[in-house]
């Protein structure tokens, strides 16, 4: 008797091709190869274009302009500078500048952002009633604004260099900023550098050991109190065993300015103070919302077993609300970083600032505005994947 062979209908056959648009895989995958394919001609089209207008008008591209002179000041600069040096070191000191005003001002605006979070569900009815204030001012003015009134605070209330304020010898306060006292140069400072790494780097080890040591034996280990010690004690040996020098650099009047000491520019002054007030008002919904979302049966358990209010709250509801806190935060940051461009508006050479400069004078535009796409790129995506990894390490791990 023949054995008839059949094949149902809408499959293929035993050892036939599947590649079929009714196949939702294969359908999927030519679209995808269809829009990549769109990207790479759109793509294509402009740069060509590009490069032949710029061609026909006889411009020159390339990056080679950052190896000629600048020739231009800058007026703050966490490196040496000179108006000598060449356009790609002037970038380095606007790079430099945004990220110092991003760095420091993310971790201001996270310790402030939490006071006032955790004080927005204070029991107390003042505070909590001030803590919804501030954030609901500061939110609904726009950071340009804010930015203008911490500036014009600064530069309009304080007297001109001449009539500087000395409320402490070696301490000025004027218009162009806070001038202080600063230790003189020293090999000690980068042993102290090196102490305080080695400090951090032991108190991580330390953190770990006292947490398998709590789970074998039940035991607390004060690591707060050890790490405190270890990052304090070691750098002050190293300090004590180079000498201990104390000599300070004064600052001076000098013309027009002060020279000498450690300054703080009213332009600083204002993107930081800015930023920084701006952004934690958002950080301050995101941890009061965190908070809440832990259930109130946490609390109740904590205070059953005799905690007080802020042991519970650093113990208990905080280590479980940041698993909430953290992805809402990522994108507060990245927000802080990009509006640090906003530092144009009062004069801070940020990295918007000097790169604007260079491309007036090089007419060097596309390179330009590539090198600041790229420079916050990279910056915003460093803070993503750091905050992504500590999103990894403290969330729930199922067994």
Known sequence: MATETRTTQGAPAP????????????????????????????????????LDNLARRSIATGYHFLEREASFGIGESMIDYSPKDSYGRAFLVGVLNTLKVSVIGIVLATVLGTLVGVARLSSNWLIAKLASTFVEIVRNVPPLLQLFFWYALVSDSLPPVRNALNPVPGVFLSQRGLWVPSLSASPVWATMGIA?????????????????????????????????????????????????????DMPRLAGFNFVGGMALSPEFFAILTGLTVYTSAFIAEVVRSGIVAVNWGQTEAARALGLPSGPTLRLVILPQALRVIVPPLTSQYLNL???????????????VSIANTTLNQTGQAIEGVTMIMGTYLTISLSISIFMNWYNKRIALVER
């Open 15 to 50: 050892g036939g091709s599947s590649f079929s648009l009714s196949d939702p895989t294969f359908r999927a995958v030519v679209y995808q190869l269809l829009v990549v394919g769109a990207v790479v001609l759109v793509g294509w089209f402009l740069i060509s274009n590009t």
């Open 196 to 248: 305080f790494a080695v400090a951090v780097i032991l108190t991580i080890f330390l953190n770990r050991w006292a947490k398998d040591r709590q789970a074998r034996t039940g035991q607390i280990f004060p690591v707060g109190r050890a790490a405190l010690g270890l990052l304090i004690g070691l750098p002050l040996i190293a300090y004590v065993a180079g000498g201990a020098p104390t000599a300070l």
């Open 337 to 351: 970083t990009k509006n640090s461009s906003l530092a144009l508006a009062i004069g801070y050479p940020d990295l």
